[in-house]
């Protein structure tokens, strides 16, 4: 879980993408339902992080 998940009540992910000074966290949630991946947000890994209403919603 992201540490953004738990502000936005929601189950968001996190994955860190690349190495050392050159990481990236993607946010992204499941619906398993749809069987879809979001991407919600890129961000470098330096930066803070997203405040919930930065984030979007999926689409229904």
Avoid at 20 to 30: D, S
Wanted: aromatic share 6%.
């Amino acid at each position: 879980m992201a540490r953004e998940a738990r502000e936005a009540k929601r189950e968001i992910r996190c994955l860190l993408f690349g190495k050392r000074r050159h990481a990236y966290r993607i946010l992204f949630e499941v619906d398993e339902a749809r069987n879809t991946v979001w991407a919600l947000h890129i961000r470098h890994g330096a930066l803070q992080d997203v405040e919930s209403t930065e984030l979007g919603k999926p689409e229904e």
